[in-house]
């Protein structure tokens, strides 16, 4: 995005008087004492003390401590998505199973790993790549690895993707970039998050890898350090580490998180409430507060676009255009359920979802407005 256009995409958000997402990061005087500490220690990179106290806490919150694994931190998702794809060592051109309907990164990963992303459905009810659909394709076709998303932050089912590995040999990660905080690894089934801004647990720019396997976890902790063990590289790997500066915010987000996820919850509940009788609209199935809100809509996502928008409210198109339609994914190969090309829910969402304003600032009032304009939306296509 060139300067002018940032400037004038900063000017129409402020015509917005209900925004679609406000990402929630500590104050100031929250980060002092750890930026203090950091003072203190001079030791501002390299796996300081901060990182090592931030890496043992999501540890702990994604459930690999408890399997006998570590979480390791990283400078981004995408770098977590990649390392972690490196670090499971299947041969160059190995084929990569993940979802048409997911974040440009995911698809990006692959190939930065060396590997072939080979594009699915989603399921019709959470919009995710489900054990089912994956093993319906994984007969078919000729895959080695399959790349789940968590959908908007919807946490997947470890266990059935633990069971979906011991009875295909199929390897599984699962790119969770917003679902720090309800996803946790399995026992065979490791975990990339994303710690952007945007996301619920947010911290600017970061990214962990959490795994089950504490070998795998030392592997990517390496490449994050250019492959170095002692004073010699050992494997192939770039600079990704995280700072003591985006570890002192990850540890304050961390002490946060209790009251954040509470905050979700009780908005998540008031807008389910607010959209159970509204014609028209599909919700995600979720067992927790989503990371980012999309819904389905009869009448059209473009339609819905402009009735919010007439409202002051704004809205996003999450995960749209699909993979297997933006220019430089052209080329990669699509595998519908029916073995043809065909994407029916992907397609389905690609007309008809749209996302919603979800963030901790929004009021009750704002989710009435929201509901009101989906049911105007409503009322315009009959």
């Not at 998540?268 to 507060?289: D, F, I, N, S």
């Not at 595998?335 to 090309?341: H, K, L």
């Amino acid at each position: 995005m060139s300067r002018s256009e940032l400037f004038h995409h900063q000017q129409r958000l402020q015509s917005f008087r209900v925004r679609c997402l406000i990402p929630d990061l500590p104050e100031s005087e929250a980060l002092l004492p750890l930026l203090r500490q950091i003072d203190a220690n001079a030791w501002y990179s390299n796996f300081g003390p901060l990182v090592n106290r931030y890496e043992e806490q999501l540890g702990i919150l994604t459930g690999a401590q408890t399997l006998g694994g570590e979480a390791v931190t990283l400078s981004s998702g995408t770098a977590a998505l990649v390392l972690g794809l490196r670090a499971l060592d299947l041969p160059a051109g190995s084929r990569v199973l993940l979802p048409a309907f997911t974040f440009a990164a995911t698809l990006l990963a692959v190939r930065e790993a060396g590997l072939v992303p080979v594009l699915g459905d989603v399921d019709a009810e959470d919009w995710t790549l489900s054990p089912d659909l994956a093993r319906v394709l994984c007969s078919r076709h000729d895959i080695q690895l399959v790349l789940p998303v968590a959908s908007l932050g919807a946490a997947l089912p470890v266990e059935r993707w633990d069971d979906f590995i011991a009875s295909t040999g199929v390897r599984v990660l699962i790119d969770a970039a917003a679902g720090l905080g309800v996803q946790r690894v399995g026992r065979n089934t490791p975990v990339a998050y994303s710690l952007h801004a945007t996301k619920p647990l947010g911290i600017g720019e970061g990214g962990v890898f959490a795994t089950a396997d504490a070998t795998l976890a030392e592997r990517v902790r390496r490449s994050s350090n250019f492959g170095f063990v002692g004073g010699e590289i050992a494997q192939p790997g770039l600079n990704a580490k995280m700072s003591e500066y985006a570890a002192a915010v990850g540890l304050v987000q961390l002490d946060r998180w209790p009251k954040l996820q509470t905050r979700r919850q009780e908005l998540w509940q008031t807008y389910r409430e607010a959209l159970a009788e509204l014609p028209g609209v599909q919700v995600q199935t979720l067992a927790h507060a989503p990371a980012m809100l999309l819904v389905r809509h009869a009448a059209g996502a473009t339609a819905v676009q402009g009735v919010c928008a007439a409202a002051g409210i704004e809205t996003r198109r999450w995960y749209l255009p699909p993979l297997h339609r933006h220019p430089a994914f052209s080329t990669v190969e699509v595998r519908g359920p029916e073995g043809d090309g065909r994407l029916p829910v992907t397609e389905a969402l690609e007309t008809e979802a749209l996302g919603l304003p979800f963030h901790t600032r929004l009021r009750p009032e704002d989710i009435e407005a929201i509901a009101a304009a989906l049911r105007t939306a409503d009322a315009n296509r009959v």
